[in-house]
């Protein structure tokens, strides 16, 4: 166990890239967040929640859920999209694409989680759930079941880039051979619960917005993970090759391109097919009406303006075999699917209610959602610049 | 169209939804033509 302890202290001190100064830009700020984000840290968990959010009542649920959890959620899920792609459907040119997405996902849900610890008031029963006491007719019993389970499943689905760099090749070779079952495993897992966090917001037919609630959330929700997993691969791609080019191999290099193009072209269909379905739930429940009122143009802003428009421009991105539209439609599409996360939890969420008693969230509160952000993007750079994410391990052939 | 029951109303909705249902199975195979045409180039 010592020799075992010894190896992962050794391979993390390791040197991987030559020696630059401490205080490079990215170091100066990620490091003034972090520390900011020690700071909230420690305030919001001796002085309470009070101290730190805008919380109230009325909305309980403030950007800690809207954003860490529920985009948080959406954009890790180009995991079980890239898997499925490469591994169920057998499209294996987007194999490079698989670690990188998984590492993402894994990042995602691991800090999804850590979010949570800050949002919910007694933290330390978030197991209780799982362990304790189910709540099994309830959906966030059902939601919390699937995202323990489903990061548990990602940190086994990414754990042989660890066991690679560390060397254990006989732990990696064993979990190499469930890569299929592990994958099959993600798909149903996110299918559930992607569409229970959509479920979730059918409890409040009376306070969300008519135009944003629908019986069809959870449809909406489980689709749009899909199209904004995709976005993620290709956005996260981009800056791969941006700021970690030195980490690529050749394969990777050669096959990020056709990565890009072919996810363009699948995001685009799964968006468009996204606006028949929100276009027959308008249609269901008769609220064509409002679209005419400020609400209504609200709505055509997040449908039109973030959802067809990127969906043209990956088409266009595909057709043209373009990779800067696709990196500009990918951009566009993550930052619908934060407006419509926002839109459903806190925009158009009590909506009733005067301007004064409506949630706007503290800077406390944003600043913990960009200290959670860095971090994932710091523990990201140390991975990939270690382990064999953007690159393959020169010892192992690839599965 | 005045709506005074529930029957009233689906009846009314339903039939506005086969109909946009009819323009989506015209549109996405129109849609992933467009997509796919210069795939083979």
Known sequence: MKQIVDQIKEKIMEKQVPETSWFSPFNVVTGIILGIGLILTILRFTMGLETVTNLDNNTPWGIWIGFDLLCGVALAAGGYVTSATCYIFGLKRYHSAVRPAILTAFLGYALVVLALHYDVGRPWRLPYPVFYSQGTSSLLFEVGLCVFLYLSVLFIEYSPAALEWLGFKKARNIIIRLTLVLTIFGVILSTLHQSSLGALFMIVPSKLHPLWYSSYLPVYFFISSMFAGMSMVIFEGSLAHRFLHHKMDQTHLDESLGVALGFSKAASLVMMGYVCIKLLGLSLDNNWHYLTTGWGIWYLVELVGFVIFPALLFAAAHREKNLTFARIAALWTILGIVLNRFNISIIAFNYHLPADQRYFPSLMEIGTSIFIVTLGVVIYRFICTRMPILHEHPDYKSH | ?41
């Open chain 2, 1 to 41: 169209m005045d709506i005074f029951t529930l029957q009233e109303f689906y009846t009314f909705t339903k039939g506005n939804t086969y109909l946009i249902m009819g323009a989506i199975l015209v549109f996405m195979p129109l849609y992933w033509r467009f997509l796919t045409d210069r795939d083979d180039d």
